[in-house]
């Protein structure tokens, strides 16, 4: 008889960060998860983790709205079909517009359990190239440059090979201008606006062309890609388009405009990973660079982050961190930074599981929905 689904346990979990978090839409202290479970009728168990936010200020998604749509449109839809396929698993969901992190988990979820079926990891399906990834690291915005210097003397320490700054109107030249005096020209660095800034404010962003950055992400508004062209002509410094790259199509039509020269693709808001697969294998046709960006993810998340920055066309070191960049103790075994480096794991799907007594310690509800 074939396996199927048999039903989708929607978990959410509560995880303090080491340290606030501070980006251009506000600050973070703690992560109000969801995971999805995915059980087959043979009892294996997919996970996955909804990288939406407690609210929709990185984009439209938060994490009651994605539980929500979850539970009373996206999980029924998968009624028709029992079946353990991630591809028919976006093609139950293609009628519903948006929600592309709802979405993604219930995507990955599936996925991760085809594969532990099937006895393949994630990177072997996706086409990893490689069977370890260079690790970067995202540094918040801080009350003083001082401050900023520490935290980032700290993570030069660790091994990152890469440094990525938030930026802010007021917090952009100086703070730039101080980590790249302290650490050299040789670091790896790049600035992140999570779309603070407007056309208006060209010449303050080609201030930082002095810098030798590798690129400049998302500095203007997500629905703006003919500004984002403009602006691009107008810098010597890169564009990296986030927010505003949803699809594969998007992609397509960001390289097509000039708009960027760089992209972050992060699975879960394009609508998982086979979504950014075809980013990937878009934008490497054109020869434009991609690297995985972070959501401050779980291990559950991390896994298949790791295993997706590890395709050829991933040449730009992404922010898949170490797990005690964001947590004290991670809800799976934890990532451990080696070398700048972090293993694609090699087990079957994600390759790793929550660790049942931190996940119970740190869950605060679980709904059952059969199908």
């Given at each position: 008889?074939?396996?199927?689904?048999?039903?989708?346990?929607?978990?959410?979990?509560?995880?303090?960060?080491?340290?606030?978090?501070?980006?251009?839409?506000?600050?973070?202290?703690?992560?109000?998860?969801?995971?999805?479970?995915?059980?087959?009728?043979?009892?294996?168990?997919?996970?996955?983790e909804c990288a939406a936010m407690s609210e929709p200020r990185y984009c439209s998604e938060y994490v009651d709205g994605a539980q929500d749509v979850l539970r009373r449109f996206l999980v029924p839809a998968l009624a028709k079909d029992h079946r353990v396929d991630a591809a028919a698993v976006g093609r139950a969901l293609e009628p519903f517009t948006?929600?592309?992190?709802?979405?993604?988990?219930?995507?990955?979820?599936?996925?991760?359990?085809?594969?532990?079926?099937?006895?393949?990891?994630?990177?072997?399906?996706?086409?990893?190239?490689?069977?370890?990834?260079?690790?970067?690291?995202?540094?918040?915005?801080m009350d003083s440059i001082p401050e900023l210097l520490d935290a980032v003397d700290g993570y030069v320490a660790e091994g990152y090979v890469r440094i990525k700054l938030k930026i802010e109107p007021g917090w952009d030249v100086e703070p730039v201008r101080a980590v790249r005096e302290r650490?050299?020209?040789?670091?790896?660095?790049?600035?992140?606006?999570?779309?603070?800034?407007?056309?208006v404010d060209a010449q303050q962003l080609a201030k930082l062309d002095d810098f030798g950055l590798i690129l400049i992400e998302q500095p203007l508004a997500n629905d703006d890609m003919v500004q984002h062209a403009q602006l691009a002509k107008l810098l010597s410094t890169p564009i990296c388009l986030d927010e505003s790259i949803e699809s594969a199509a998007d992609a397509a039509a960001a390289i097509s405009l000039g708009a960027c020269s760089v992209i972050n693709v992060k699975p879960a808001r394009v609508?998982?990973?086979?979504?950014?697969?075809?980013?990937?294998?878009?934008?490497?046709?054109?020869?434009?660079?991609?690297?995985?960006?972070?959501m401050l993810e779980t291990g559950i998340g991390r896994a298949a982050n790791v295993a997706l920055a590890a395709l050829p066309g991933f040449t730009l070191p992404g922010d898949t961190?170490?797990?005690?960049?964001?947590?004290?103790t991670d809800i799976t075994e934890p990532y451990v930074l080696a070398d700048g480096h972090l293993d694609v794991p090699a087990?079957?799907?994600?390759?790793?599981?929550?660790?049942?007594?931190?996940l119970k310690e740190v869950t605060t509800s679980a709904e059952w929905i059969a199908l």
């Open positions: 008889m074939k396996t199927t689904i048999s039903g989708v346990e929607l978990r959410r979990i509560a995880m303090p960060l080491v340290a606030p978090f501070r980006t251009s839409f506000g600050v973070e202290t703690s992560r109000d998860v969801l995971l999805v479970r995915v059980v087959t009728s043979d009892g294996t168990e997919g996970w996955a948006g929600h592309h992190m709802a979405k993604s988990v219930l995507e990955t979820a599936v996925l991760d359990a085809q594969l532990q079926l099937s006895g393949e990891s994630f990177g072997s399906y996706l086409g990893a190239a490689r069977d370890r990834v260079p690790c970067g690291v995202s540094v918040g915005i650490f050299g020209d040789d670091l790896l660095l790049q600035v992140d606006a999570n779309a603070a800034y407007t056309l609508g998982g990973y086979l979504e950014a697969r075809r980013i990937h294998d878009i934008a490497r046709a054109h020869g434009v660079p991609v690297w995985c960006g972070g961190s170490g797990s005690h960049r964001y947590f004290a087990g079957p799907g994600l390759g790793i599981k929550p660790l049942p007594d931190v």
